[in-house]
Protein backbone atom coordinates (compact mmCIF):
# COMPACT_ATOMS: atom_id res chain seq x y z
CA UNK A 1 0.00 0.00 0.00
CA UNK A 2 1.47 3.26 -0.69
CA UNK A 3 0.25 4.65 2.94
CA UNK A 4 -1.72 8.50 3.37
CA UNK A 5 -0.97 10.17 0.10
CA UNK A 6 -1.30 14.35 0.68
CA UNK A 7 -1.08 17.14 -1.36
CA UNK A 8 0.68 19.48 -2.40
CA UNK A 9 3.73 18.80 -0.15
CA UNK A 10 4.40 22.49 0.10
CA UNK A 11 2.07 25.42 -0.39
CA UNK A 12 3.30 29.06 -0.71
CA UNK A 13 0.30 31.88 -0.93
CA UNK A 14 -0.33 35.01 -0.48
CA UNK A 15 -2.37 36.51 2.69
CA UNK A 16 -6.57 36.37 1.19
CA UNK A 17 -5.83 33.75 -1.26
CA UNK A 18 -8.01 29.78 -1.36
CA UNK A 19 -5.81 27.53 -0.46
CA UNK A 20 -7.08 23.70 -0.40
CA UNK A 21 -5.03 20.57 0.85
CA UNK A 22 -5.78 17.33 -0.24
CA UNK A 23 -5.80 13.86 1.36
CA UNK A 24 -6.07 10.10 0.34
CA UNK A 25 -6.25 7.25 3.24
CA UNK A 26 -5.04 4.15 3.02
CA UNK A 27 -7.48 1.64 1.38
CA UNK A 28 -9.89 0.02 3.78
CA UNK A 29 -9.62 2.50 6.35
CA UNK A 30 -12.34 4.23 7.67
CA UNK A 31 -11.18 6.76 10.08
CA UNK A 32 -9.36 10.30 8.51
CA UNK A 33 -7.73 13.00 10.75
CA UNK A 34 -6.60 16.39 10.21
CA UNK A 35 -3.93 17.74 12.59
CA UNK A 36 -2.50 20.77 12.36
CA UNK A 37 1.99 21.12 13.99
CA UNK A 38 3.45 24.31 14.70
CA UNK A 39 6.14 25.10 16.84
CA UNK A 40 3.94 27.08 19.89
CA UNK A 41 1.40 24.38 20.04
CA UNK A 42 2.56 21.22 18.47
CA UNK A 43 0.29 18.64 16.91
CA UNK A 44 -3.10 19.46 17.56
CA UNK A 45 -6.47 17.75 15.86
CA UNK A 46 -8.63 19.84 13.39
CA UNK A 47 -11.14 17.64 12.54
CA UNK A 48 -11.82 13.63 12.10
CA UNK A 49 -14.44 11.62 10.05
CA UNK A 50 -15.60 8.33 10.46
CA UNK A 51 -17.36 6.48 7.53
CA UNK A 52 -17.20 9.99 5.76
CA UNK A 53 -19.04 12.00 8.27
CA UNK A 54 -17.46 14.70 10.25
CA UNK A 55 -17.81 13.63 14.09
CA UNK A 56 -15.60 16.47 15.87
CA UNK A 57 -15.06 19.59 14.00
CA UNK A 58 -14.18 21.98 17.54
CA UNK A 59 -10.63 22.01 16.65
CA UNK A 60 -11.53 23.80 13.35
CA UNK A 61 -10.14 27.58 14.16
CA UNK A 62 -12.71 29.47 12.83
CA UNK A 63 -15.36 29.87 9.80
CA UNK A 64 -12.27 30.10 7.66
CA UNK A 65 -11.70 26.56 7.87
CA UNK A 66 -14.02 24.16 6.43
CA UNK A 67 -13.44 20.29 5.31
CA UNK A 68 -14.81 17.23 3.03
CA UNK A 69 -14.97 13.73 2.33
CA UNK A 70 -17.16 12.96 -0.60
CA UNK A 71 -16.24 9.76 -0.24
CA UNK A 72 -14.02 6.82 0.95
CA UNK A 73 -10.48 7.32 -0.86
CA UNK A 74 -11.07 11.33 -0.24
CA UNK A 75 -10.76 14.31 1.65
CA UNK A 76 -10.38 18.12 1.48
CA UNK A 77 -9.14 20.95 3.84
CA UNK A 78 -9.63 24.29 2.72
CA UNK A 79 -8.66 27.76 3.88
CA UNK A 80 -10.47 30.65 2.53
CA UNK A 81 -9.48 33.32 3.28
CA UNK A 82 -5.46 32.28 4.25
CA UNK A 83 -4.02 34.54 6.86
CA UNK A 84 -0.12 34.61 7.98
CA UNK A 85 -1.27 32.47 11.03
CA UNK A 86 -2.49 29.67 9.31
CA UNK A 87 1.36 29.00 7.96
CA UNK A 88 1.89 25.38 9.84
CA UNK A 89 2.18 21.87 8.90
CA UNK A 90 -1.23 19.79 7.94
CA UNK A 91 -1.21 16.44 8.36
CA UNK A 92 -3.47 13.78 7.29
CA UNK A 93 -4.20 10.51 9.17
CA UNK A 94 -5.89 7.48 8.86
CA UNK A 95 -7.24 4.37 10.62
CA UNK A 96 -8.82 1.22 9.82
CA UNK A 97 -12.00 -0.38 11.93
CA UNK A 98 -11.61 -3.46 14.08
CA UNK A 99 -10.09 -4.28 17.57
CA UNK A 100 -7.37 -6.50 16.70
CA UNK A 101 -5.55 -2.80 14.64
CA UNK A 102 -5.97 -0.79 18.04
CA UNK A 103 -7.11 1.82 15.76
CA UNK A 104 -3.69 2.76 15.10
CA UNK A 105 -3.15 6.00 12.84
CA UNK A 106 -0.61 6.07 10.23
CA UNK A 107 0.39 9.50 9.08
CA UNK A 108 0.71 11.38 5.43
CA UNK A 109 4.13 13.15 5.28
CA UNK A 110 2.05 16.25 5.71
CA UNK A 111 1.42 19.59 3.73
CA UNK A 112 3.73 22.68 4.85
CA UNK A 113 1.63 25.80 4.30
CA UNK A 114 3.40 29.23 4.09
CA UNK A 115 0.69 32.59 4.01
CA UNK A 116 3.02 35.51 2.94
CA UNK B 1 -9.18 17.98 29.20
CA UNK B 2 -6.26 15.62 28.75
CA UNK B 3 -3.13 16.75 28.47
CA UNK B 4 0.50 15.20 27.90
CA UNK B 5 4.00 16.50 28.42
CA UNK B 6 7.23 15.36 27.25
CA UNK B 7 10.33 15.82 28.94
CA UNK B 8 12.99 16.64 28.47
CA UNK B 9 12.41 18.78 25.15
CA UNK B 10 15.93 18.20 23.89
CA UNK B 11 18.45 15.20 24.27
CA UNK B 12 22.06 15.25 23.24
CA UNK B 13 23.82 11.72 23.51
CA UNK B 14 27.13 9.66 22.59
CA UNK B 15 26.38 7.15 20.36
CA UNK B 16 25.99 3.76 22.13
CA UNK B 17 24.23 5.45 25.01
CA UNK B 18 21.20 3.62 26.17
CA UNK B 19 18.24 6.63 26.96
CA UNK B 20 14.62 7.03 28.38
CA UNK B 21 12.03 9.64 27.08
CA UNK B 22 9.89 10.69 29.46
CA UNK B 23 5.85 11.25 28.45
CA UNK B 24 3.03 12.18 31.24
CA UNK B 25 -0.46 12.22 30.84
CA UNK B 26 -3.01 13.99 33.03
CA UNK B 27 -5.98 11.77 33.16
CA UNK B 28 -5.19 7.78 33.47
CA UNK B 29 -8.31 6.81 31.52
CA UNK B 30 -7.00 6.22 28.25
CA UNK B 31 -7.31 3.05 25.52
CA UNK B 32 -3.95 3.16 24.38
CA UNK B 33 -0.56 5.72 23.77
CA UNK B 34 1.12 5.32 20.36
CA UNK B 35 5.41 6.20 20.33
CA UNK B 36 6.11 8.34 17.09
CA UNK B 37 9.18 9.19 15.51
CA UNK B 38 9.61 12.71 13.35
CA UNK B 39 12.57 12.79 11.01
CA UNK B 40 12.50 16.84 9.84
CA UNK B 41 10.58 17.88 7.34
CA UNK B 42 9.07 14.59 7.36
CA UNK B 43 5.86 13.10 8.69
CA UNK B 44 5.05 10.84 11.76
CA UNK B 45 6.24 7.04 11.76
CA UNK B 46 4.68 4.92 14.53
CA UNK B 47 7.12 2.73 16.68
CA UNK B 48 4.74 1.03 19.81
CA UNK B 49 1.68 1.14 20.48
CA UNK B 50 0.40 -0.10 23.69
CA UNK B 51 -3.13 -0.84 24.79
CA UNK B 52 -4.18 0.25 28.07
CA UNK B 53 -4.20 -3.04 29.40
CA UNK B 54 -0.40 -3.79 28.63
CA UNK B 55 2.75 -2.83 30.29
CA UNK B 56 5.38 -2.84 27.76
CA UNK B 57 5.91 -3.52 23.88
CA UNK B 58 9.38 -4.03 22.37
CA UNK B 59 10.51 -3.70 18.62
CA UNK B 60 14.30 -4.16 18.18
CA UNK B 61 16.21 -1.29 20.59
CA UNK B 62 13.10 0.09 21.41
CA UNK B 63 10.83 -0.63 24.76
CA UNK B 64 8.23 1.15 25.76
CA UNK B 65 6.66 0.86 28.88
CA UNK B 66 3.20 1.94 30.12
CA UNK B 67 1.94 2.71 33.77
CA UNK B 68 -1.99 3.94 33.32
CA UNK B 69 -2.13 4.36 37.48
CA UNK B 70 0.27 6.85 37.49
CA UNK B 71 -0.02 8.84 34.16
CA UNK B 72 3.50 7.56 32.37
CA UNK B 73 5.29 5.82 29.35
CA UNK B 74 8.79 5.87 28.65
CA UNK B 75 10.30 4.77 25.43
CA UNK B 76 13.77 3.24 25.90
CA UNK B 77 16.45 3.11 23.23
CA UNK B 78 18.92 0.74 23.74
CA UNK B 79 22.91 1.00 21.89
CA UNK B 80 21.58 4.55 20.42
CA UNK B 81 23.05 5.27 17.24
CA UNK B 82 23.06 8.44 14.93
CA UNK B 83 20.55 7.35 12.72
CA UNK B 84 18.29 7.77 16.08
CA UNK B 85 18.17 11.14 15.67
CA UNK B 86 14.53 12.61 15.27
CA UNK B 87 12.11 14.10 17.15
CA UNK B 88 10.15 11.34 19.30
CA UNK B 89 6.06 12.17 20.47
CA UNK B 90 4.07 10.35 22.70
CA UNK B 91 0.62 11.00 22.12
CA UNK B 92 -2.31 9.64 23.88
CA UNK B 93 -6.14 7.60 22.62
CA UNK B 94 -8.24 9.17 25.60
CA UNK B 95 -11.38 6.98 23.82
CA UNK B 96 -12.05 3.39 22.06
CA UNK B 97 -12.43 3.53 18.53
CA UNK B 98 -11.10 5.28 15.71
CA UNK B 99 -10.82 8.63 17.79
CA UNK B 100 -8.42 11.38 17.58
CA UNK B 101 -4.79 11.00 19.31
CA UNK B 102 -3.93 14.15 22.24
CA UNK B 103 0.05 14.43 20.95
CA UNK B 104 2.95 15.57 23.39
CA UNK B 105 5.37 18.20 22.22
CA UNK B 106 8.30 15.97 21.70
CA UNK B 107 11.77 15.46 22.67
CA UNK B 108 13.97 15.99 20.15
CA UNK B 109 16.90 13.55 20.38
CA UNK B 110 20.57 13.71 18.72
CA UNK B 111 22.78 11.30 19.00
CA UNK B 112 26.84 11.93 18.21
CA UNK B 113 28.84 9.88 16.72
Known amino acids: DAGVIQSPRHEVTEMGQEVTLRCKPI?????LFWYRQTMMRGLELLIY????????DSGMPEDRFSAKMPNASFSTLKIQPSEPRDSAVYFC??????????????FGPGTRLTVL | KQEVTQIPAALSVPEGENLVLNCSFT??????LQWFRQDPGKGLTSLLL?????REQTSGRLNASLDKSSGRSTLYIAASQPGDSATYLC????????????FGKGTRLSVIA
Open chain 2, 91 to 102: AVRPFSGNTPLV
Open chain 1, 27 to 31: SGHNS
Open chain 2, 50 to 54: IQSSQ
Open chain 2, 27 to 32: DSAIYN
Open chain 1, 93 to 106: ASSSPGLAAYNEQF
Open chain 1, 49 to 56: FNNNVPID
